[in-house]
């Protein structure tokens, strides 16, 4: 059975400044995989990339044995920034994008229907989505990549900026879907957050995977007891 | 110091802001341009304008010849007044002139003549433009028109003044001839009292008669003198002795040739013997020398014959010679003589010769003395002529008294003619019927098509150019751009939605218009709806490219304005297109908002036919869907937006 996503030596060029420097790995189904990194680290590259919305200057992605163009059906994509129409309710924002994907009349009444519980806007379906507050408005962002039911969901900094409150709520959501075995590929600053959620990490630095393996392998490999430890002692010579 | 760093960050966000600084240098460029032309003056050039009614007569060829030089029409004749008004409906005429057909006739006999002018009178400021400058041609062709009514009077009359003029100079004429023949008679008579012609004709003929006889006379001594008899006597003489000297010398050569013909028989004779006195002394036989003796004997005998006839021949030779002699010295005598005789003759010739030198002479001026006489039975002929010439002269004064009462009656009928017409309508032949060809119910009704126009154009510049716009700055489109197709079916549903609300608002519009100011509902209904759909088609793309490219909702705004308020200007909304420089025409035609304008006007006030409006506006829409596609293919790259 083919890995969820495959990439081998995947590279981004613009200009003469390498962004990603052929960078591989694989994730399996129902998997849940972290990329760490620091600002313009090219983990943002690397997803985008992935997700099909940007075109890689060499190596291959494949998602499902796919290439990832003809496999973006199977993808959702969580933006770092909101994503949705401002001026729609919840409710037709997810209609929109269902449509938009071709999801039945019928099937898309049950889906939106499972999706609004599932991110905890039952009671604000039909509230504008400018009146929803910061943390209600993440979820609605979640629940937009959601309503193609795809099979491999990147998340891209899903919490950054958020309250302690509502990314313990984000957290919760993602816990479900990797209930329902999808595979999430996730980028994130926060070390606790990548502990807690990924099976899996990697380290980005200048556009290269310094280090891969479980939070626990990584730990154990350079010696220390902090997963925040270990991405400051890779980065640092950097410094 | 602090509101100086203020002054500061605001010049620097406006020179960082490239749109606002655009429309800061655009707008007065293009203020300053057509608005200075527009208000600058109202010069209109080349606008169509129709003509109906007898165009090539020569009353209504100075009209159309005033209009045609003024440059301001571009005149184009039309046979039927129905096919020029469905022209002018249609937006393709400014205006037809109808002229009546008595056109002609009545103002060739002096009267006045209404010409009528149909008018767009939706558009104020074309109209006053237009009747302004027919005003003028019109005022102008009725001063020519005048001008030409008192040219023909100014021309009769000179034609009048010139007759008489021709008539008081053949007058002239005719009393130099006259006086002329008087003198010349005066003259003749005189040199006529002074001439017996018949009398010197007689002397003169008895004198040329004496001539002729005395020339005879000369001729005949002059045949038969002894001289030439002497002359034919030598000549004879001459030729005999010539004759017989000819016969001598052929007789003596013929002697000569036979006295050598026997001298050589005679030769060979005394060889012969010679040779057979040799082989009789050789010969031993007896017989044979008695034969040879024998020969020998008869050769000898011969050859002394011979000799006998030579001798003969050679006396005969010598006579001859002599003869010869004797006829050699009569011949030298005969020339001798012959010269002698021709010296006489010569002589005697050259004495008569210039007797009849003289008599020639004599004979000449008597030729001359005759011709003068000729000469004056000429002069009496001349009399004679001159007195006839002089009749002639009567005559021909006569005749010219006839002209002269037939110049005056002219003269009368031409005066009569010119003053029988009215000087009120000489002066003002030409009326002008201006008619305006759409009602008017309230001030609404003629800016209708304008607003509709203006509102479609802002409502779908600014509804899709933001739309665009909030979908990349909502980041949307990174939603759209994951979904395979989405963008596109975006860019389409954002178009069809716009064209579904320009419906609605046109409506709004109409029924507002109608409920409030009393505007008649348009007759096509369907034609409304088509030109709102294939309006809001065309405005909405340029707005959703205007999207593409603008960062943010304000710099959509900005880019809407800075392509809205040219088309303002230039679409028949602020200015009439006609009142603009010419080399704005073709840009004109290149603004959808132009046709937009038209196609409502035509739906809405001249109900005509708008085909090529909708027609550029569907061309607009293909342009602009391609220049959609490759926006959408060239904006993909997701780096764009986030």
Redo the contacts between chains.
């Keep these: 059975m083919a890995p969820a996503l495959e990439v081998k030596e995947l590279a981004k060029v613009i200009g003469e400044k390498i962004i990603v420097d052929r960078i591989s790995f694989s994730v399996d189904e129902g998997e849940t995989f972290g990329f760490l990194g620091a600002n313009g680290s090219g983990k ?1 590259t690397t997803f ?1 990339m992935l ?4 075109k890689p200057s060499s190596g291959e992605a494949k998602i499902f044995g796919r290439r990832v163009k003809d496999a ?2 199977e ?1 959702g ?1 969580v ?8 001026t729609l309710t919840v409710k037709e924002n997810l209609e929109f ?1 269902a449509s ?2 071709g999801v039945g009349r019928e099937k898309q009444k049950d889906l939106i229907k499972k999706i609004i519980s599932q991110i905890k806007l039952t009671s604000k379906a039909n509230s504008l989505a400018s009146k929803l507050s910061g943390g209600m408005k993440k979820r609605l962002n979640m629940g ?2 959601l309503v193609h039911e795809p099979k491999i969901i990147f998340l891209d900094e899903p919490t950054v900026g958020l309250d302690p409150v509502v990314r313990k709520d984000i957290w919760k959501l993602i816990k479900e879907l990797q209930a329902e075995k999808k595979t999430i590929i996730i980028t994130s600053h926060y070390m606790e957050e990548i502990e807690y959620l990924c099976s899996k990490v990697a380290i980005m630095f200048a556009g290269r995977i310094v280090a891969s393996g479980t939070p626990a392998q990584l730990k154990k490999k350079y010696k220390l007891k902090q997963m925040e430890d270990v991405f400051a002692h890779l980065v640092k010579p950097a410094r | 110091m602090r509101i100086l760093h203020a002054i500061r960050k605001e010049l620097l966000e406006t020179m960082h802001d490239h749109t606002m600084l655009a429309a800061l240098i655009v707008f007065p460029v293009f203020v300053m341009l057509f608005m200075g032309s527009a208000f600058g003056s109202i010069e209109i050039q080349g606008l169509p304008v129709g003509v109906v009614g007898p165009t090539n007569t020569s009353f209504s060829s100075v009209l159309f010849s005033d209009l045609n030089q003024s440059q301001a029409f571009n005149l184009i004749n039309y046979d039927s007044e129905e096919v020029a008004m469905t022209d002018f409906r249609d937006g393709q005429l400014r205006a037809v002139i109808i002229v009546p057909e008595d056109f002609e006739a009545a103002l060739g006999s002096g009267s006045s003549s209404e010409v009528r002018i149909a008018v767009d009178n939706s558009d104020i400021a074309l109209q006053e433009a237009i009747l302004a400058a027919m005003g003028s041609v019109i005022q102008a062709s009725s001063t020519n028109i005048t001008r030409s009514y008192v040219t023909e009077a100014w021309d009769d009359l000179y034609l009048l003044n010139q007759s008489a003029a021709d008539l008081a100079e053949d007058l002239n004429e005719s009393r130099a001839k006259m006086e002329q023949t008087r003198s010349q008679l005066v003259k003749i008579q005189e040199n006529m009292s002074n001439i017996d012609i018949g009398k010197l004709e007689d002397s003169l003929d008895s004198a040329a008669d004496e001539i002729v006889l005395m020339q005879d006379k000369i001729a005949e001594q002059n045949d038969s003198s002894f001289l030439n008899k002497s002359e034919d006597f030598l000549y004879n003489a001459s030729f005999a002795v010539n004759h017989s000297i000819d016969t001598v010398g052929e007789t003596h050569a013929k002697l000569v040739d036979q006295s050598a013909e026997l001298n050589d028989t005679i030769d060979a004779l005394d060889a012969s013997i010679s040779a057979l006195e040799f082989i009789k002394s050789t010969t031993s036989d007896n017989l044979t020398a008695t034969a040879l003796e024998i020969n020998i004997a008869t050769l000898e005998s011969l050859r002394n014959t011979s000799v006998q006839q030579a001798d003969d021949i050679e006396e005969e030779i010598l006579e001859l010679e002599s003869l010869n002699d004797t006829l050699q010295s009569f011949r030298s005598s005969l020339e001798d003589y012959g010269v002698e005789l021709g010296q006489v003759k010569a002589d005697q010739s050259n004495t008569l010769g210039e007797v009849l030198d003289g008599l020639s002479a004599l004979d000449s001026s008597l030729i001359e003395s005759k011709q003068t006489i000729t000469k004056l039975k000429l002069l009496f002929s001349e009399i004679n002529s001159t007195t006839n010439e002089i009749d002639g002269t009567l005559e021909e004064v006569l005749e010219q008294t006839g002209s002269v009462d037939a110049l005056i009656n002219s003269l009368q009928g031409t005066v009569a003619a010119q003053t029988a017409k009215d000087p009120e309508t000489i002066a003002a032949p030409l009326s002008v019927k201006v008619e305006n060809q759409y009602v008017r119910n309230s001030f609404v009704d003629f800016i209708l098509p304008r607003v509709i126009a203006v509102s479609l154009m802002f409502s779908c510049f600014l509804l899709a150019s933001i739309s665009v716009v ?1 979908e990349k700055t ?3 489109i ?7 197709g ?1 963008l596109g ?1 975006a860019v389409v549903a954002k178009i069809a939605s716009i064209t579904l609300i320009s419906l609605g608002q046109v409506g709004l519009i109409l029924i507002i218009a109608l409920l409030l100011f009393a505007v008649g509902m348009p007759s096509n209904i369907m034609m409304v709806v088509l030109g709102t759909v294939m309006s809001a088609l065309v405005l909405a793309s340029v707005g959703i490219i205007i999207g593409f490219y603008a960062r943010s909702e304000s710099a959509a705004i900005q880019t809407s304005l800075l392509i809205a308020i040219p088309m303002l200007f230039l679409g028949n909304i602020i200015f009439s297109p006609d009142l603009l420089p010419v080399y704005t025409q073709a840009l004109q035609q290149l603004l959808p908002l132009s046709h937009i304008t038209n196609l409502f006007k035509i739906v809405l006030i001249t109900d005509g036919n708008p085909s090529t409006n909708l027609i550029a506006l569907g061309i607009a829409f293909v342009i602009l869907a391609i220049v959609q596609i490759i926006t959408v293919m060239k904006r993909r ?3 764009q937006y ?1």
């Design positions: 943002t985008n997700s099909g919305l940007l973006r059906r993808v994509f933006t770092q920034q909101d994503s949705f129409y401002e994008f938009q994907y937009c990549s | 909030r909502s980041k949307t990174v939603r759209l751009l994951m979904i395979p989405a079916n790259d997701i780096g986030i």
